[in-house]
Every structure is written in structure tokens, then in C-alpha cells.
């Protein structure tokens, strides 16, 4: 009977399927000369058939006779309907080519209209018709290297390089010469000590695109030199699931020894479960801390975590979950989601010279003496978790809302064991001192945008954002210990400090917030224009508002451990002695024979501020045959304020100030491959809150106090530029400019004397200027080979020079009147070379970077400038992909050249051998292997 029944069974499914009809094509991409485009989505519309393109972009499916609508979809791509008739034990084959371009109407063929801006060849597009000087770096270009954060991506943009692994310089300018917006809304700035974005903050997979405005338009933010980057994060236009995991080893890290004090059992999530926080109860009152017996209370309840012990570096590590997806609403409304969540542990050790010089004009000889020889080994582990939330809501073809936030949370535990000497303070003694720290940072940014065309003449968008910060440095504990170089059999003594600093048996905690409100509408009017029957291109008016608001409160408080006068000296040199498990224990933190806990903070070292601004624009753009004019002129009004004090003294910054900031640009198109562009704008540059707070900070791992300018004011900076641009096919572009910047009160980094201590702050020079040339390339070599593996090769270079000269003016006290501008390099080269085959999925990319020496920090003739010396990196990543699964492996930093800064003791405005260094260290290269699982 069972038998009986299979049979049946059997023979009505192969019934069935004999009816059904088949259903094959080939998708290609026509934006790619028609290659090939595998992983494209093949649905029957209204039914749950469907299938995906397999790696020639081939398809088949099955489905009962009848009338069908059949989608293709693609991330990023358009959506394309087709009518098709399905007939029993028939088959019907449909090709079709998918595009990024814009939506049209095409017989029997509906396409959604939904560009694709996450490709180099939708980014060259852009920059075509951008009416503005911009260079850019797509999603696509990004996937292709072994950049797992948008500061290393940025490495690859003309004019572009990284300081510090995080701040983005363009045209050679400081990071603080940028401004940064995310979506369309302004970032925040990211650091405590400094003006700017830190863009290791922004993991690559999360980036749809980045865009870099090198000169200013009416309707972008007034407030940038060197270049205003807009990052995009990703939206979504298919449904899909991901999963990826990576595993690294770092050359002298990876299964080394680490080293680190003891931590929380959260730090895991890259957070301090409030471990090393003050306690709750702790007095505010720093006097309540001058009584011996409360200061011991106090001082006790604090952990005793003051001896780092050994471990092993393990592999770095990282993991990521993405998901997308299309929901279908009624009345043709679509709301479509992007969610991401990553996690990344890694580790990093490195051995780091730093040394302080200071010249010696003693009978006339220029002779830096060296003050300080230290060899530190630094140790860090840093945990990253991002998350991403994207949706967008497109109520018609007229109307779109997009929500889009970004989350990061960032912990990092970091220790430096420093040997040497400090022939200024300590002669005849060497020294071990020790820093142990973790820092905690929490960011979030959202935005809220929305695109609205009102009729075939004008559309409105508009863009609300928010950003919150927490940043904290939670029991930062930094001491000092010495013995004689001629009693190599002592144990190292704790120094004892006659009162509380920020050098010795210090404890210093801090905590900043900050949160940031800014929207803005801009309206565009189209008039459109007819010349007999011929439609000619429209005339563009735009205007708008912008306002942005944001806060800061900033607090500081540092400790120290004392030995009272009333301890004896046996006692005292048995309490300097001890290990140091012991030395600051319950057991000798006491107010009878042993140490006792003083505050040294002061009112200077808490702030509060905040920012308004203020704007609104006039902008046309007027195209007359083959020229096309745009122009106009914003007008902003900024009101900074910084409450603190100066010592014991109130210190209230205010500074209002009105810009008026008119920009036009220029543009003639010989043909469609070919333009020219000539532009000026007129941009600031305002100071940021901590570049004028009044408090001092002091950097253990250079050797450096940091501190803020009260008389710190507004830069204006004229800029022109002139680029010839060279478009020979989709994808691909040759570009040559010139620029020229004219700066009023400049703002740089500077080394003053105040002590013999070396201390860094801002200031205003008088004038500067700069000027320079840029060529960009990209090539593909498909059209020259046609097949083979030269064919799949692409090239892009891009290179530029830059001369900048400042003038002091009457501010040239022990310095030179003129020289180079603060953070400027002279040239910066980029180089990649790719290789990418479709038909096998083999992918291959090696990058090469190298910048020029620059200024670091400005000095004198007692501290002399500071230059970080030109460097080479060279990267490699090579990639197999599969149906579901792609395998990359990349080599980051394979040259592992030296980070060498290098101060020019010989006031030649150069380095050469005749210099000293400062501060020389190696990280080592990066192994890195990814693997991507597509559900």
C-alpha cells in the first residue's frame, strides 16, 4: 500500500512538472561594458519564485503557465519590471542589461528610479557633474583594499593623507582645517585636545561613499580650508544577509608579551563598568582632602591597581553581522532598512624613542642639549563596537525619507613602561616611570533627511541631525621611580612629590559631554528654458537656512600621594622602596606613618561652552551653451563661548563674529569627455573649545604639556582653483589643477617657552599663503587588451605638490618670519594598481602611499620646530569570491616604515642629518584574513 501510494505521489509531481514553463536569460551591467552581474536578484512578482544570477550572470527558473511580472534587482542598481508569458514545456529567455544611470521608460519595461552611488564609476559621474572642485572614494574602491576604517580608505583621495592614524589632511593643511559632515549633517568634533573628526571612528563596511568639496559653494558650510568631506553612510535596495569574521597577526605583537593593569570585566564590550570610576560619595570639596585621616578614607576606596602584570597578545579579531531588507507598503510605498553591528579586539605593541632638545645660546653657538632620553614600550588593547540603523521611506517617485544612525563604542586599554634619563631634573639617575590608562568614548550621530519634489520645477530638501558624546580617561595613574646609575644593584625609588602634579603618583580622571543639534531647508527652483524646439538646460535658483547648536562640559580632577613631614626618614625610605604591588596598599596609605592623598586640580581644569550658529544662502546656477556659471554667497553667524578660569580667576571667552562668504565657479565643456573649471570661495576657519579653554593637560607618551589660547580667533582663507578635467569612458578620468589659498590669521600648532618643560598650544600667525597642482588618474586597460590578464588591470595615481609659506609678521619672536605652513606637506603621492576578474572572482590590489616632511608642531629658537619626516606605506590585499563566500587576505603596512618625528635643531627649515629626533617608532605590519558568508 506505502509503495502504491509513493508511486502515485511520484507521478503527479512529475505531472506537475512537466507542465510548468522555464524561464533563462543573462544579466549584465551596463555601466561595465555589459559584463556580467552575478548575485543579481530574479523574482516573479507577487509569488515567492525566485532565484539568483549565478557567477556569468546567468538564471533559470521554473513556474505554472500563465502572465507574470518579472524583477531584477541589484544592490544600488535600478529596478527593472518585465511583462513575460509563461507556457507549459516551454521556455522564453530574457536578457537584460541593469544600469545606475537615471530612470527611463523603455517599451514593455518598467524601471524604478533608484541610482546606484556606491560604485567608482557612479563616484567619476559625480565629480563630472559636481559643480564644484571634489575627489571622492566609493564603497566599491574601498571593498578592494585591506581599509577596515574610513581614515585609511581616505589615504587613497588626491591630496589626502592621515595623521596619526585617524585625522584626515588635505592639500597638506592640519586635520583642523576641515570640517566634516555626515548625511548632510554636521559631525561632531571627536578629540578632547584638538579641532577634528577621528575617522578610524567609521568602519569601512558601513560607507556608501565619501566625497571631498575642495572649494566652497553658497549652500555647503562656510567653515573649512583644505576641504569639507561629506560622508555617506550605506542605504539599502535588495534583501540580503551577511556575516563576515577576520582574524590578524601583527608583526611584534601578535603571541608577544602585553602588559596592563587590571581592568573591568565589561572592557571586553569596549566599556569601564564604572571600575574605574571616583565613587560615588567621593567629596567634590578638595579641601575635605587636606585632613589627613579623610584623605586616607578616601584614598582607600579607590582600587590598588598600580603593578601591571604579563600576558600574551593575541590574534587580532573582528566580526560583523549586516542585514537588509525591502518591505513593500501599500499604495507602492517601500521601506527599506539597513542594520550592521561589528566588533573588532586588537592589540598593539611598539617600542618608541622620545626625546626632549632645547638649543643652548650660550656664548653664541646654537647647541641643542639633550634634556630627556627615554625608550618606551607601549602596550594596547582596544575594543570597537559600531552599530548602523539605516531606513529609508519613499512614500512615491516624489518623495523620500531617509533615518540613519551610526553607533560607536570605543574602549582602549594602554600602558608604557618608560627607561631612561632626564638630564635636566634627575642628573646621574636612571629612571623607570610608568603610565596605566583606559579610555573610554561613546559617540552617536543620527540624521533625519528628506527629498520632496513639489512639481517639474521645484523640490525642497531638508536635513535634521544630533549628536551625542561621552568621553572619559577614568583613573589615569602616571609616577615616576629612580635609582643611581652608579648603584646598579638599588631598587628603583618612587618620587616623592612635595605636592600635588600631573608628573607623580598621580591619579587623574576626566570626563567630557557634548551633544549637538543642527538642521537646515534648501529649496531649488527650476526655470526651464526653449530655444525654437530645442529644450535647453535650466536655469538653477537655490536658497536656504542652517543653524546648529552644540555643548560642552568638560571636568578634570588629578590626585597625588604625599609623605608628610611627620613620617621619619627610615620609614619614608622603606615607604619609597616598596613594590608595587605594596607601595600604595591600605597597609601604607595611612595617616600615621605613611602616605597620605591630595588633590591638585583647580577651577582650570573644568570648562564649560558652547557654540550657535547661524546661516543662510543665495545660490544660482546659469548655463549658457557650453559654460555654465553658479555663484552666490552664504552669510553665517557664529557666538563661541568658553566659561572657565584662568588659575583662580573667571575666564569668559565670547566671540561673535559675521561672515560674509560669497563663492562662484566656473565651468566650460568642450564635449562630453572633456572641461574645464575656475573657482573662488571665500571660507574661515573658527577655533574649537578646547583650543581656547585654559586647561593643562600633561601628555605622558610625548612628553608634553597642552594647553589652550583665550586670544585664539577666527581665520579667513580665500581660495582659487583651476582644474582641467579628462573623461574618456565610464569609470575612468585624468584631471590637472592648480590652486592658490590667501590666509588671514592662520591657525597653528606651536611650541612657546614657558618652562622648561615642553608645553603645545594654538595660535594665530599674521598671513600665509599656499599654492599648488594635483593630477588625478584613473584607468582601466579593458579597451586596450580586450582579454587576458592585462585586461582586467586598472590603474589609479594621483599626486600632488604643494608650497606654503607663513608670515609672522611682528610675531616672529626667536622664530624666522617666514616658512612653511603648520601641517602642510610639500607633495603627497598615491598609487594603486588592481587587478579584477569577474568570470573566476580572483581580485588583487596593491596601494602605495608616501607624503613629504611636514611641520608638526612650530617652534623657536629655544624648542625648535618639530617635523614628522616623509614615510612610504605600501598595502596588499588579494581576494577569491565564490557564489556565497568570499575570502580576502591583506597585508597593511608591509614596508613597516619608522614614524619619525625630528626637530630641526639647526633653524634651517629642514631635516637633515644635523637634527635630532623626538619621537621615532615602528607599529609593524598587519596580516590580516577575512571571510564573508552571504546568506
Known amino acids: 500500500m506505502k509503495l502504491k501510494v509513493t508511486l502515485i505521489t511520484l507521478l503527479i509531481t512529475l505531472f506537475s512538472f512537466s507542465q510548468k514553463g522555464t524561464i533563462t536569460g543573462t544579466l549584465t ?96 559621474m559625480e565629480m563630472k557633474e559636481a559643480k564644484q572642485v571634489i575627489s571622492a572614494i566609493s564603497a566599491e574602491q574601498m571593498s578592494k583594499g585591506t581599509d577596515g576604517n574610513a581614515a585609511q580608505a581616505m589615504q587613497r583621495v588626491p591630496g589626502v593623507t592621515i595623521n596619526d592614524g585617524k585625522f584626515v589632511m588635505v592639500r597638506g593643511l592640519g586635520e583642523r582645517y576641515n570640517n566634516v559632515m555626515i548625511n548632510g549633517a554636521l559631525a561632531p568634533s571627536t578629540e578632547v585636545d584638538r579641532r577634528t573628526f577621528s575617522f578610524d571612528l567609521l568602519p569601512t563596511s558601513t560607507l556608501e561613499k565619501m566625497t571631498i568639496s575642495k572649494t566652497g559653494a553658497a549652500y555647503l558650510p562656510g567653515d573649512f580650508a583644505g576641504g569639507l568631506i561629506n560622508v555617506t553612510t550605506s542605504e539599502n535596495f535588495t534583501d540580503f544577509t551577511q556575516l563576515s569574521f577576520s582574524v590578524g597577526f601583527r608583526n611584534n605583537t601578535t603571541f608577544d608579551d602585553y602588559w596592563q593593569t587590571e581592568g573591568s570585566p565589561t572592557d571586553f564590550l569596549g566599556m569601564d563598568n564604572g571600575y574605574r570610576q571616583l565613587p560615588s560619595g567621593f567629596p567634590s570639596d578638595r579641601n575635605v582632602l587636606n585632613d589627613n585621616q579623610q584623605s586616607v578614607f578616601y584614598a582607600n576606596q579607590l582600587p590598588n591597581n598600580f603593578n601591571p602584570t604579563r600576558g600574551t597578545a593575541f590574534l587580532n579579531t573582528g566580526i560583523g553581522f549586516s542585514i537588509g531588507r525591502q518591505i513593500k507598503l501599500k499604495n507602492d510605498r517601500n521601506l527599506s532598512s539597513l542594520n550592521m553591528i561589528s566588533y573588532s579586539n586588537g592589540f598593539q605593541n611598539y617600542s618608541k624613542n622620545v626625546n626632549t632638545f632645547i638649543n643652548d645660546f650660550t656664548g653664541g653657538n646654537n647647541i641643542p642639549q639633550q634634556q630627556r632620553d627615554f625608550d618606551d614600550q607601549y602596550y594596547s588593547n582596544e575594543v570597537r563596537l559600531s552599530a548602523l540603523s539605516n531606513w529609508s521611506l519613499r512614500l512615491n517617485p516624489n518623495n523620500k525619507i531617509t533615518f540613519k544612525n551610526l553607533y560607536n563604542q570605543i574602549g582602549e586599554n594602554f600602558t608604557t613602561l618608560r627607561t631612561g634619563f632626564d638630564f635636566d631634573q634627575r642628573p646621574g639617575q636612571v629612571l623607570n616611570n610608568y603610565e596605566f590608562g583606559y579610555s573610554g568614548r561613546k559617540i552617536l550621530t543620527s540624521q533625519l533627511n528628506g527629498d520632496h519634489k513639489l512639481s517639474e520645477k521645484s523640490s525642497v530638501h531638508w536635513v535634521f541631525g544630533g549628536n551625542l558624546i561621552n568621553d572619559i580617561l577614568p583613573d589615569l595613574r602616571r609616577f615616576r621611580t629612580f635609582r643611581d646609575i652608579d648603584s646598579p644593584n638599588d631598587s628603583f625609588a618612587m618620587i616623592d612629590p612635595p605636592s600635588s602634579n600631573p608628573f607623580d603618583t598621580g591619579r587623574f580622571f576626566s570626563e567630557l559631554n557634548e551633544n549637538s543639534v543642527n538642521g537646515g531647508v534648501d529649496y531649488e527652483y527650476k526655470i526651464e528654458r526653449v530655444k525654437g524646439d530645442e529644450e535647453l538646460a535650466s536655469i538653477v535658483l537655490k536658497a536656504g537656512i542652517f543653524g546648529d547648536y552644540k555643548s560642552r562640559d568638560f571636568s578634570a580632577r588629578y590626585f597625588s600621594y604625599l609623605i608628610p613631614g611627620n613620617v621619619g626618614q627610615e620609614r ?228 600632488s605638490y604643494i608650497f606654503s609659506e607663513v608670515d609672522l609678521g611682528s610675531g616672529a619672536l626667536a622664530q624666522q618670519q617666514n616658512r612653511a605652513l603648520q601641517g602642510q606637506s610639500p607633495y603627497v603621492v598615491n598609487l594603486a594598481l588592481g587587478y579584477d576578474n569577474k568570470e573566476n572572482g580572483w581580485n588583487g590590489n596593491l596601494i602605495f602611499n608616501r607624503f613629504g616632511d611636514r611641520i608638526y608642531a612650530v617652534g623657536g629658537d629655544i624648542f625648535p620646530t618639530i617635523f614628522e619626516v616623509a614615510r612610504n606605506q605600501l598595502d596588499f590585499t588579494i581576494s577569491k569570491s565564490f557564489e556565497k563566500v568570499t575570502y580576502k587576505v591583506g597585508i597593511a603596512n608591509l614596508l613597516d616604515d619608522k614614524f619619525q618625528f625630528f626637530q630641526d635643531s639647526n633653524l634651517d627649515n629642514k631635516i637633515n642629518d644635523s637634527d635630532d629626533p623626538v619621537f621615532v617608532h615602528k607599529t609593524g605590519a598587519l596580516f590580516n584574513f577575512n571571510v564573508t558568508y552571504k546568506f
Open 572 to 799: 619614608k625610605e622603606q615607604l619609597l622602596r616598596l613594590p608595587l604591588t605594596e607601595i600604595f596598599s591600605p597597609t601604607n596609605v595611612t595617616a600615621s606613618d605613611g602616605w597620605v592623598f591630595r588633590e591638585g586640580s583647580n577651577l582650570s581644569d573644568s570648562y564649560k561652552a558652547n557654540n550657535t550658529l547661524a546661516a543662510g544662502y543665495l545660490y544660482g546656477e546659469f548655463p549658457i551653451d557650453k559654460f555654465l556659471l553658479t555663484g552666490g554667497v552664504r552669510v553665517e553667524h557664529n557666538r563661541l563661548e568658553v566659561d572657565g578660569y584662568q588659575g583662580i580667576n573667571r575666564l569668559l571667552v565670547e566671540q561673535p563674529i559675521t561672515s560674509v562668504l560669497p563663492s562662484f565657479n566656473f565651468s566650460y565643456t568642450f564635449n562630453e569627455k572633456n572641461l574645464v573649471r575656475l573657482a573662488y570661495s571665500r571660507t574661515v576657519n573658527r577655533p574649537e573649545f578646547r583650543e581656547i579653554a585654559p586647561f593643562l593637560f600633561y601628555d605622558f607618551q610625548e612628553d608634553t604639556e597642552v594647553d589652550g589660547n583665550s586670544n585664539l580667533s577666527t581665520a579667513t582663507i580665500d581660495n582659487f582653483d583651476l582644474r582641467y578635467e579628462f573623461y574618456p569612458s565610464k569609470g575612468e578620468t585624468a584631471s590637472l589643477g592648480v590652486f592658490y589659498k590667501k590666509f588671514d590669521n592662520p591657525i597653528e600648532f606651536i611650541l612657546p617657552v614657558v618652562s622648561q618643560q615642553r608645553r603645545m598650544r594654538y595660535n594665530n600667525s599674521e598671513s600665509a599663503t599656499l599654492y599648488g597642482a594635483e593630477l588625478e588618474v584613473r584607468k582601466s586597460f579593458k579597451e586596450e587588451f580586450k582579454i587576458g590578464f592585462f585586461s582586467d588591470l586598472s590603474l589609479n595615481l594621483n599626486a
Open 29 to 124: 551591467d551596463k555601466d561595465m561594458n555589459n559584463e556580467s552581474l552575478p548575485f543579481a536578484n530574479v523574482l516573479l512578482k507577487g509569488t515567492t519564485i525566485g532565484t539568483t544570477t549565478d557567477v556569468d550572470g546567468k538564471f533559470t527558473l521554473q513556474a505554472d503557465p500563465g502572465n507574470y511580472t518579472l524583477e531584477f534587482s541589484f544592490l544600488g542598481y535600478q529596478t527593472v519590471e518585465v511583462p513575460v508569458e509563461v507556457k507549459a514545456n516551454q521556455t522564453v529567455t530574457i536578457n537584460r542589461a541593469l544600469t545606475s544611470g537615471d530612470g527611463v521608460m523603455l517599451k514593455d519595461v518598467v524601471v524604478a528610479t533608484t541610482r546606484r552611488k556606491n560604485t567608482e564609476s557612479a563616484l567619476v
